[in-house]
T-cell receptor
Framework: AQSVAQPEDQVNVAEGNPLTVKCTYS??????LFWYVQYPNRGLQFLLK??????LVKGSYGFEAEFNKSQTSFHLKKPSALVSDSALYFCAVRADTGGFKTIFGAGTRLFVKA | EAGVTQSPTHLIKTRGQQATLRCSPISGHTSVYWYQQALGLGLQFLLW???????NRGNFPPRFSGRQFPNYSSELNVNALELEDSALYLC?????????????FGQGTRLTVV
């Protein structure tokens, strides 16, 4: 069965510091991995995805994520956090088996302090 | 190009009533997903429709149901509303048979049961 774990409910970081939001997954078959961001009272916005190829994926707003197959992880990173990055972040996985259903993690709330 | 649209944006119902939520996917998308997001919580998968058929269902009681119309728009119906059904209901659409493509989300319907 597919599953996604975001082990941290909340991440706090000072503005200008690097940030990491963690995600691990479990799937049968090849994974397709996604990160989404949600601002208050809004729907989810797509940030980036890993399909195949280079393990380091670059996305919107300066975010990037690193796919690690051996650790089954897909951590979201940004070299220098902004206060405006404060939001709820969701990791999601879809496998190339099992009907393409997308499974989301529980979400990690990121607080960036000025 | 129009994104995923959901209506209404807000809905207030009394316990025991029925609620109907609507979703129009992005043009060309045939898969529609419904998710429930209770206040401060992550996304809970409700339903997945593709080509007019229900493909998968989350762990929700039968009073949560829906359908997909020939134009791929979708309805989510919640019968016998309970207070704990109060949540943000998000609809997402994606291309069918293309698992490496991201889902696009609507802004959600905020359902309040009083």
């Amino acid at each position: 069965a597919q599953s996604v774990a975001q082990p941290e409910d909340q991440v706090n970081v000072a503005e200008g510091n690097p940030l990491t939001v963690k995600c691990t997954y479990s799937v049968s078959g090849n994974p397709y991995l996604f990160w989404y961001v949600q601002y208050p009272n809004r729907g989810l916005q797509f940030l980036l995805k890993y399909i195949t190829g280079d393990n380091l994926v670059k996305g919107s707003y300066g975010f990037e994520a690193e796919f690690n197959k051996s650790q089954t992880s897909f951590h979201l990173k940004k070299p220098s956090a902004l206060v405006s990055d404060s939001a709820l972040y969701f990791c999601a996985v879809r496998a190339d088996t099992g009907g393409f259903k997308t499974i989301f993690g529980a979400g990690t709330r990121l607080f960036v302090k000025a | 190009e129009a994104g995923v649209t959901q209506s209404p944006t807000h809905l207030i119902k009394t316990r025991g009533q029925q609620a109907t939520l609507r979703c129009s996917p992005i043009s060309g998308h045939t898969s529609v997903y419904w998710y429930q997001q209770a206040l401060g919580l992550g996304l809970q998968f409700l339903l997945w429709y593709d080509e007019g058929e229900e493909r998968n269902r989350g762990n929700f009681p039968p009073r949560f149901s829906g359908r997909q119309f020939p134009n791929y728009s979708s309805e989510l119906n919640v019968n016998a509303l309970e207070l704990e059904d109060s949540a943000l209901y998000l609809c997402a659409s994606s291309l069918v048979g293309v698992p490496n493509t991201e889902a696009f989300f609507g802004q959600g319907t905020r359902l309040t049961v009083v």
